[in-house]
């Protein structure tokens, strides 16, 4: 065989390889490079709407936090306003039954002091009518001077 018959006949046989790889063995080679290629992108897209995602939630409860906190606070502070109201009400009805409890003695005080004031004249009636009754010695009697010793108390 002669040198250039090889030469081309390689030639031919490179060139029909050339063909059938790029016909039949490229395009799914190609292919699954693409595919691979489309995966890795998606991930990384993906990698970054979960990076989105988690600053947008991390945003998202910093802020519930801060509110959440806020509402504890004005929570507090409703509480003791509250209790501040509480105590001045429980004062208030203190001081109320206190002065009932004062001016329901002083009433019964005074009911006393008046029971004694009229024991005390008909005993001073009764006095003046023994001391009478000495005088004069004889006996007065109560019912027919009733009028008189009606007026007697009444001046004591």
Same mark, same amino acid.
């Given at each position: ?8 006949? *390689? ?12 016909k ?13 290629? *489309? ?6 897209? +993906?990698?970054? $709407?979960?990076? =989105?995602?988690?600053? *947008?939630?991390?945003?998202? =409860?910093?802020? &519930?936090?801060?509110?959440? %906190? ?6 507090? +502070?409703? =509480?003791?306003?509250? $209790?501040? #109201?509480?105590? #001045?009400?429980?004062?208030?009805? +203190?001081? &109320?039954?206190?002065? %009932?409890?004062?001016?329901?003695? *002083?009433? #019964?005080?005074?009911? #006393? ?5 009229? =024991?005390? %004249?008909?005993k ?5 009518? &023994? ?5 004069? $010695? ?19």
């Amino acid at each position: 065989m002669d040198i250039n018959a090889t030469i081309i006949g *390689q030639a031919i046989t490179f060139a029909i390889f050339i063909w059938f790889t790029l016909k039949f063995v490229w395009p799914p080679i190609t292919a699954a490079l693409e595919e691979r290629a *489309q995966k890795i992108a998606d991930g990384l897209a +993906a990698a970054e $709407r979960g990076k =989105s995602d988690l600053a *947008q939630a991390e945003r998202k =409860s910093a802020d &519930a936090l801060v509110e959440a %906190r806020q509402k504890g606070a004005e929570i507090i +502070a409703l =509480s003791e306003k509250r $209790r501040v #109201e509480i105590i #001045e009400e429980a004062k208030a009805e +203190a001081l &109320a039954a206190a002065e %009932r409890i004062k001016q329901a003695a *002083q009433a #019964e005080v005074e009911q #006393e002091t008046f029971r004694a004031r009229e =024991s005390l %004249r008909a005993k001073v009636a009764e006095l003046a009518v &023994a001391g009478a009754e000495r005088i004069l $010695r004889r006996e007065i009697n109560a019912e027919a001077h009733a009028e008189l010793l009606t007026a007697i108390s009444a001046e004591l």
